[in-house]
């Protein structure tokens, strides 16, 4: 049979990327081989994230992709995102989470549910990648049950006033723009939460010292705290109440580019498997001759296509204006895994080699761990996929 693009792409079963998707796709690469790679072991060893290179990701529309072109995005659809995130992580996870957070869950957020003041005056520079987000809902005991939010916001009439701690909080202190949840009324349970955008020098707003973590290292992670902070209530986002909602429906968009994340990981990971496989010698012929090392590399194949096409697939829904919370949930649930799976194996394909720095891989095994973590932890994501299965 011979069945040319356009009517394969009538049945609503076409997997091929347009033009488009793989310019971005292509470009995403380019930086990530040029402009990432350089320093990416050194980013991991320092824990640190030159402003310059936060900067060029701005200018080249990284940290704004989604957002509308009106407040300075790019207007970029999710199976974009979904490409230039799996590029970018395939180098540097920790400029990929600092990409997700901002996209996914500050300008996403401002562009769905904000005012339109906020949007101009929050969502532009965040957009344009001229300033960076951070999306601060983990408390030191609230972190799965986000529900149990000790943070206070008391209504003063015209401004809040914020008192609690915030942990765990990516983008801590690169950020300008905080979106920061809260418990107004406790009675009230969920509904008596919000979310309200803080901006950095607000008197009574503090920083914690960064966390020194196993992975992700180049992203900056911190504690915040907050004494007193008066936050005018035109800064509140959405009507009283709305804060919980907010956020499980940011994260629910999350999820997709933290799925991307992972997956980004994990190609990295096989494609640096496959390259050496070929390169190193033992008993006299490539470790690729040998059978145990190419199934490795199947299986590999196999669970990283497998999880591109869940993550693809979300995106899609996202963009068709389906619902995606479940599978957003799968998505990452699966890929967070093969991310692990697949960089433990890639350390063992590069052997001794894989287990120091300058191979990489030991590098993305400790990066994947992150994405069973963060927006939900594997047993939070099969909680939502067995509720949905079971209403
Ligand atoms: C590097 C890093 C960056 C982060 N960035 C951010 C950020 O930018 N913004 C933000 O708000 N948060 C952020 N977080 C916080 C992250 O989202 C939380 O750590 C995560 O949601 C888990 O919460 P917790 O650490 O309190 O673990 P807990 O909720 O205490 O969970 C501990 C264990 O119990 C399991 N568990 C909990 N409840 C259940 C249940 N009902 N059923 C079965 N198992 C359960 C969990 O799956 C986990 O295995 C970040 C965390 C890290 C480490």
């Known amino acids: 049979m011979n069945q040319d693009a356009t009517e394969l792409s009538a049945t609503g079963m076409d997997f091929s990327l347009s033009e488009e998707h793989l310019m971005i796709k292509d470009m995403a690469r380019d930086f990530a081989k040029n402009e990432l790679l350089p320093g990416v072991i050194e980013r991991d060893e320092n824990q640190k994230f030159p402003k310059e290179l936060i900067n060029r990701m701005g200018e080249l529309g990284f940290f704004g992709m989604m957002a509308d072109p009106q407040y300075g995005g790019g207007g970029l659809d999710a199976i974009s995102y979904v490409l230039a995130m799996e590029e970018i992580a395939k180098v540097d996870a920790s400029a990929a989470v ?12 401002l562009q769905e549910f904000g005012s339109e003041a906020q949007k101009e ?21 609230a972190g799965s049950d986000a529900t149990s939010q000790k943070t206070t916001a008391v209504d003063m009439g015209d401004h809040y006033l914020l008192n609690g701690t915030k942990n765990w909080i990516t983008n801590g202190s690169t950020a300008s723009t905080y979106l920061v949840f809260a418990q107004t009324d406790a009675s009230k349970r969920t509904h008596g939460i919000n979310v309200f955008i803080v901006e950095k020098n607000t008197p009574g707003f503090s920083i914690g010292p960064k966390e020194n973590k196993l992975g992700i290292r180049g992203s900056d992670t911190h504690s915040l705290m907050f004494t007193d ?13 709305f804060g919980f ?16 994340q992972a997956l980004g990981i994990a190609s990295g990971a096989f494609e640096r498997s496959v390259a050496y496989a070929k390169e190193r010698k033992t008993f006299g012929k490539p470790i690729a001759d040998h059978q145990s090392i190419q199934f490795k590399l199947a299986d590999m194949n196999t669970q990283i296509e497998a999880a591109r096409l869940l993550t ?14 479940t599978a957003s949930s799968t998505a990452k649930l699966f890929a967070s895994k093969v991310a692990m799976d697949t960089t433990i194996e890639a350390v063992q394909i590069h052997g001794g080699y894989g287990y120091v720095r300058e191979f ?3 590098r993305m095994m400790r990066d994947a761990k992150i994405t069973q973590i963060y927006e939900g932890t594997s047993e939070i994501q099969k909680i939502v996929i067995s509720r949905a299965l079971l209403k």
Not at 98 to 106: D, E, I, R
Not at 124 to 133: C, M, Q, R
């Open 98 to 109: 600092m990409m997700s957070v901002n996209n996914s869950l500050v300008c996403w957020g």
């Open 121 to 141: 005056k929050y969502l532009t520079p965040l957009a344009k990648g001229e300033v960076i987000g951070a999306f601060c809902l983990s408390e030191p005991e």
């Open 229 to 241: 902070v008066r936050v005018p209530k035109e800064n509140r986002i959405g009507a009283d109440g």
């Open 245 to 260: 909602t907010f956020a499980m429906k940011t994260l629910a968009g999350g999820r997709i580019g933290i799925a991307a």
């Open 312 to 325: 693809l697939k979300a995106a899609w829904l996202k963009d068709t204006h389906q619902d995606y919370v």
């Open 360 to 362: 990489h891989v030991e």
